[in-house]
Antibody
Framework: QLQLQESGPGLVKPSETLSLTCTVS??????????WAWIRQSPGRGLEWVGS???????YYSPSLNSRVTISVDTSKNQFSLNLHSVTAADTAVYYC???????????WGLGTLVTVSS | DIVMTQSPDSLAVSLGERATINCKSS????????????LAWYQQKPGQPPKLLIY???ARESGVPDRFSGSGSGTDFTLTISSLQAEDVAVYHC????????FGGGTNVEIK
């Protein structure tokens, strides 16, 4: 059974970089059928897609976050990671990792991790 | 940019009654090349991540009860719960994946 687990600091200071890792178990991240995504949710902004990666390292990002986001994949560890640079309080949210189907709907989600941006 | 608008924001329905949630897109989500509507629905219970219910506007994900159904085409879509059960209390989100990925604002469904 596929499982995704987010990990990383729950508190990040303004202007610093938010870094999260998603560990995939019960299946390989190396698949021609799926992408791997980060999605966030905050009370004021609802669900917001952040970006996605393919096992090859191909990435695509939300246009609104493109200048601050980097997503990478480590196939040897069956993990993919999110770096969001120059964060502000507006980046405070629950961050989910998810498996994204070829046509871009999200089939499996991690439980999510709350990241708060505060000094 | 595509804008997704869900209505109502909140809905209270008696057990066993029908619940109807609407999702409207500012642009057509119907792709002529494959005649498919790029619209999905998710259910999110308190403290849990969203769960995929419906994709291609009307295709039910494996394991989803048949009281959940999706309909609509182009710019107007509906999620219907034919007979509301207690376990259906949740927030429901629509998502367009026609151009990028964008979610609606969510509809909170509760028991009347």
């Amino acid at each position: 059974q596929l499982q995704l687990q987010e990990s990383g600091p729950g508190l990040v200071k303004p202007s610093e970089t938010l870094s999260l890792t998603c560990t995939v178990s019960g299946g390989s991240i190396i698949s021609s059928s799926y992408y791997w995504a980060w999605i966030r949710q905050s009370p004021g902004r609802g669900l917001e897609w952040v970006g996605s990666t393919y096992y090859s390292g191909y990435t695509y990002y939300s246009p609104s976050l493109n200048s601050r986001v980097t997503i990478s994949v480590d196939t040897s560890k069956n993990q993919f990671s999110l770096n969001l640079h120059s964060v502000t309080a507006a980046d405070t949210a629950v961050y989910y990792c998810a498996r994204e189907g070829y046509y871009r709907y999200f089939q499996h989600w991690g439980l999510g991790t709350l990241v708060t941006v505060s000094s | 940019d595509i804008v997704m608008t869900q209505s109502p924001d909140s809905l209270a329905v008696s057990l066993g009654e029908r619940a109807t949630i609407n999702c409207k897109s500012s642009q057509s989500l119907l792709k002529s090349s494959n005649n498919k509507n790029y619209l999905a629905w998710y259910q999110q219970k308190p403290g849990q991540p969203p769960k995929l219910l419906i994709y291609w506007a009307s295709a039910r994900e494996s394991g989803v009860p048949d009281r959940f159904s999706g309909s609509g085409s182009g710019t107007d879509f509906t999620l219907t719960i034919s007979s509301l059960q207690a376990e259906d209390v949740a927030v429901y989100h629509c998502q367009q994946y026609y151009s990028g990925s964008l979610f609606g604002g969510g509809t909170n469904v509760e028991i009347k």
